[in-house]
């Protein structure tokens, strides 16, 4: 036993920022974004706190679920950085929503929402649960350094949340990691111990963008394959392509190596930028909502991020 999807949600905050918004205080301009990227604009937090974003996303999806925040057996939050170290993200989610179930985080860095399905897997196979909630969620506009333009550009914030019941929809799963501290990373924040000899790395993130490009063509294209094979389908049977969105060209590129026409790679990065784990459950709820979607579709969804991790999976919808 697996689980089928039962409700989806998402939330973005409302302040909007384009790329010309950025080249008023950075060296950049809206057409090496957007030609390099995709990217047009992305959602900034100004007022909104994470927990506010989570908690709208899993109040939606439990909405759409029709379902009670007490009828959940899990809870399971995705992110590179709550609002605390602790309490867990999961935590101030299950208060704000009202649930009383056990809950965590999980930091998978983008492939975060892959592997919390893989974890819900594992319980609803156990049957420790008949609902669960995951939702990933990113504030990446606190992470970046503003006056670094080859990374401040990439990234936005959002969250994206789905409620998981009984069923045999996760048709296949497949999670990597290859331990890389170099290519993509974000320091803690040290603390102020006057015993402390190392002074620590700025707490911002940094990144190799073309080792993490080269990492991410490669393992898309052939991610999609294993699970797809592992599903026991083929390419013509996929409905939709959920890729992380990490850059348009990193799609275009695993898509050219795959046989599935582009129109079903699924977009939101034009809009959003690159929101971490928040990106798959975001385009998902986007498709559902939209009513994209009909009973036995099949989507194909492939996750990569720092770590480096990989995750990437093989959905049927059937709600
Ligand atoms: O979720 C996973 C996280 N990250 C990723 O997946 C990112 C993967 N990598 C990428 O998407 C691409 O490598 C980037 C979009 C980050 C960069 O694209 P690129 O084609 O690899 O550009 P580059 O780093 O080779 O830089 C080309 C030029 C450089 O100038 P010079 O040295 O050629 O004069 C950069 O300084 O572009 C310059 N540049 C910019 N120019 C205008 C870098 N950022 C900017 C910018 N605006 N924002």
Known sequence: MSFQV???????????????????????????????????????????????????????????????????DLILCTTVRGDYMTPSQACVIQKRIGATCPAFDLNAACSGFLYALDVAESYFFCKKVKKVLVVSSEVMSKLVNWTDRSTCVLFGDGAGAAVLGEGDDMLSLRLTADGNWDAL??????????????????????????????????????????????????????????????????????????????????????????????????????????????????????????GFTTGAGVLRWSK
């Open 6 to 72: 039962i409700g989806t949600g998402s939330a973005a905050p409302a302040c909007v920022k384009t790329n010309d918004d950025l080249s008023e205080f950075l060296e950049t301009s809206d057409e090496w974004i957007r030609t390099r990227t995709g990217i047009r604009e992305r959602r900034i937090c100004t007022s909104e706190t994470m927990s506010d974003l989570t908690e709208h996303a899993a109040k939606l999806a439990l909405e759409n679920a029709g379902i009670d925040a007490k009828e959940l």
């Open 185 to 306: 990373r974000i320091p803690q924040v040290n603390g102020n111990c006057p015993f402390g000899e190392e002074q620590g790395e700025p707490p911002y993130l940094s990144m190799n963008g073309q080792d993490v490009y080269k990492f991410a063509v490669t393992n898309m294209a052939a991610d999609l394959t294993y699970v797809i094979e592992k599903a026991g389908l083929t390419t013509a049977d996929v409905d939709y392509v959920l890729p992380h969105q990490a850059n348009t060209r990193i799609i275009d590129a695993a898509a050219h190596r795959l046989s599935i026409p582009k129109e079903k790679y699924v977009i939101s990065i034009d809009r959003y930028g690159n929101t971490s784990s928040a990106s798959i459950p975001v385009m998902l709820d986007e498709l559902n909502r939209g009513g994209r979607l009909k009973k036995g579709d099949i989507l194909a969804m492939s996750a990569f991020g720092g």
